[in-house]
C-alpha cells in the first residue's frame, strides 16, 4: 500500500500561484512515477502532469504546459506541483497518484494509477 496525502491548495488570484505538495509512505517511493490529476464540479478527472520514478522525465496537458511544473524529492517521498500563471479555469480538486509502471502515455490515464490520494481544493478568483 501506498498512503498520499496533498496539501497547498487555497484560494488565489488569477495570474497568482501556489505549490502543491503530496506526502507519501508506505512502499518505495521511489518505484512509482507519479501523476497529478484535477476534477472541476460537473467534469471528468483529468491529467494535469506526470513525472517518471527518478524525475528525468515528466509530461504534461497542454492546457498547462509553460505553467505549471512538477518535480519529485526521492529522499523526501514527495512530489509537487508548481502552479504559476493561475487562471479561474484551473478551479479544481487536485489529486496526485502513484504508478507502480513504466513512464509512458499510460501516465495520462486515470485507471492506469495504483494509489490516489484524497485532494486538494485550488480555487482562482477572477
Known amino acids: 500500500q501506498v498512503q498520499l496525502v496533498e496539501s497547498g491548495g487555497g484560494l488565489v488570484q488569477a495570474g497568482g500561484s501556489l505549490r502543491l505538495s503530496c506526502a507519501a509512505s508506505?512502499?518505495?517511493?521511489?518505484?512509482?512515477?507519479m501523476g497529478w490529476f484535477r476534477q472541476a464540479p460537473g467534469k471528468e478527472r483529468e491529467f494535469v502532469a506526470a513525472i517518471n520514478r527518478s524525475g528525468g522525465s515528466t509530461g504534461y496537458a497542454d492546457s498547462v504546459k509553460g505553467r505549471f511544473t512538477i518535480s519529485r524529492d526521492n529522499a523526501k517521498n514527495t512530489v509537487y506541483l508548481q502552479l504559476n500563471s493561475l487562471k479561474p479555469e484551473d478551479t479544481a480538486v487536485y489529486y496526485c497518484?502513484?504508478?507502480?509502471?513504466?513512464?509512458?502515455?499510460?501516465?495520462?490515464?486515470?485507471?492506469?494509477?495504483?494509489?490516489w490520494g484524497q485532494g486538494t481544493q485550488v480555487t482562482v478568483s477572477s
Open positions: 508506505g512502499r518505495t517511493f521511489s518505484n512509482y512515477a
Open positions: 497518484a502513484a504508478r507502480f509502471g513504466p513512464f509512458s502515455t499510460a501516465v495520462i490515464t486515470t485507471e492506469k494509477y495504483d494509489y
